[in-house]
T-cell receptor, first 110, second 114 residues
Framework: DAKTTQPTSMDCAEGRAANLPCNHSTISGNEYVYWYRQIHSQGPQYIIHGLKNNETNEMASLIITEDRKSSTLILPHATLRDTAVYYCIVRVASFNKFYFGSGTKLNVKP | EAGVAQSPRYKIIEKRQSVAFWCNPISGHATLYWYQQILGQGPKLLIQFQNNGVVDDSQLPKDRFSAERLKGVDSTLKIQPAKLEDSAVYLC????????????FGPGTRLTVL
């Protein structure tokens, strides 16, 4: 059901930027890109979302390519607490059903 | 602000037994969701409520799973009878409304079926 493709796992050094890619080549014009993360033994947590413009908030930045077929979540200065599974989700704004794939396991190492 | 509460946090039962999970969403949140998360996979939506009405239950195995949200606040999810493949974490989430971006998740209930 999920319409996104993400790497299974990635490593990042503490203090460096973590760049998590997501491929959504079949995205429709009215579908948004959302990112959630799930820290071990917790429920998922919302990070950021966007339609076609790049977005930034206090947690992360979202870069969406011009053709909208892929995006990158950027954690500018990763800490050990950012170790989690990161899910990239596409969803029509007015339809609240989320399809979570298997996500990317980000390991932040000291 | 209190988050989404779930109980119990852990449950171990034998196959063919029954089990029930409880969820209390964030106050004022009209939309409530139940997800099933099998180890190593992302969460899968089982059922979505808008107030006390069901919006989507297309992925709920209705022969054994049931859920209700009688007064549009708390919700219970029941499995009767349980199978080995029901072993998973059951997550409850809530949001202000259907078109709202952010879902707030509870800590989940980890079910083990022996």
């Amino acid at each position: 059901d999920a319409k996104t493709t993400q790497p299974t796992s990635m490593d990042c050094a503490e203090g460096r930027a973590a760049n998590l890619p997501c491929n959504h080549s079949t995205i429709s014009g009215n579908e948004y890109v959302y990112w959630y993360r799930q820290i071990h033994s917790q429920g998922p947590q919302y990070i950021i979302h966007g339609l076609k413009n790049n977005e930034t908030n206090e947690m992360a930045s979202l870069i969406i390519t011009e053709d909208r077929k892929s995006s990158t979540l950027i954690l500018p200065h990763a800490t050990l607490r950012d170790t989690a599974v990161y899910y990239c989700i596409v969803r029509v704004a007015s339809f609240n059903k989320f399809y979570f794939g298997s996500g990317t396991k980000l390991n932040v190492k000291p | 602000e209190a988050g989404v509460a779930q109980s119990p946090r852990y449950k171990i039962i034998e196959k063919r037994q029954s089990v029930a999970f409880w969820c209390n969403p964030i106050s004022g949140h009209a939309t409530l969701y139940w997800y099933q998360q099998i180890l190593g996979q992302g969460p899968k939506l089982l059922i979505q409520f808008q107030n006390n009405g069901v919006v989507d239950d297309s992925q709920l195995p209705k022969d054994r799973f049931s859920a209700e949200r009688l007064k549009g606040v708390d919700s219970t999810l029941k499995i009767q009878p349980a199978k080995l493949e029901d072993s998973a974490v059951y997550l409850c989430a809530s949001s202000l409304g259907q078109g709202v971006i952010e879902q707030f998740f509870g800590p989940g209930t980890r079910l083990t079926v022996l």
